[in-house]
Structure formats: C-alpha cells, structure tokens
C-alpha cells in the first residue's frame, strides 16, 4: 500500500511564510508521475495550487504565481510548497496529491492516485 503524510502548516499573519511538505511511502512504489498541491476554502470547491511533474514542470494557479513555490525530492518522495507574501484570501485545508504506478499483490503494475489528510492553513493578523 501507498500511504501520504502532510506536514506544516499553521496560523500566520498576512505578508508571512509557510512551508508544506507530503511524502509518499511504501514498499510497493514502482515510481511517482505528478505530484500537486491543492486546496479547499470554506463554502468553496477544492482548487488546484500547484502541481509538478516528473520531470520537474511545475503549474500554478494564477492567484498563487510568483508567491508559491511548489519542489520535489525524488529521493524521498516527497513534494514541497513554499509560500510566500500569503494573503487572507490563501486561507483553507491544502491537500496533496500524487499520482503514480505501484505493484499489487501479485506484484503487477498499476496505477494509483492518492490524497493526502490535508493540513490547515490559515491566514490572519
């Protein structure tokens, strides 16, 4: 099984900086595609943040470009974002998501896409 844990987060003051990160694990990871950030605001739909490939293509949201800055440790599995200069309006639950192949029981091939548990963001003075 692949399992995502999400760490970072918090409270902090508009202008301020928080860092997320989400590590993939599990013996039966056979490699990882895309990896992405997403987020959901009270009342609203969950929206895409940022979101890189494999070979290092990185998205972003207009609202977030030039703020956040999203990275990945193919060594360890792991996806980053770094925000900056954050605003009220960057307020909700971020999630990850990552995208990529394992085995199963029978140590075939397939696919697999995944959540993370999300992790609060909140920005205010």
């Known amino acids: 099984q692949v399992q995502l844990v999400e760490s970072g987060g918090g409270l902090v003051q508009p202008g301020g900086s928080l860092g997320l990160s989400c590590t993939a694990s599990?013996?039966?990871?056979?490699?990882?595609?895309?990896m992405g950030w997403y987020r959901q605001a009270p009342g609203k739909q969950r929206e895409s943040v940022a979101s890189i490939s494999s070979e290092s293509t990185t998205n972003y949201t207009d609202s977030v470009k030039g703020r956040f800055t999203i990275s990945r440790d193919n060594a360890k599995n792991t996806v980053y974002l770094q925000m900056n200069s954050l605003k009220p309006e960057d307020t909700a639950v971020y999630y990850c998501?990552?995208?990529?192949?394992?085995?199963?029981?029978?140590?075939?091939?397939?696919?697999?896409?995944?959540w993370g548990q999300g992790t609060q963001v909140t920005v205010s003075s």
């Open positions: 599990g013996r039966s990871i056979v490699s990882i595609a895309s």
């Open positions: 998501n990552v995208v990529g192949i394992r085995t199963d029981w029978a140590w075939r091939p397939v696919n697999f896409a995944l």
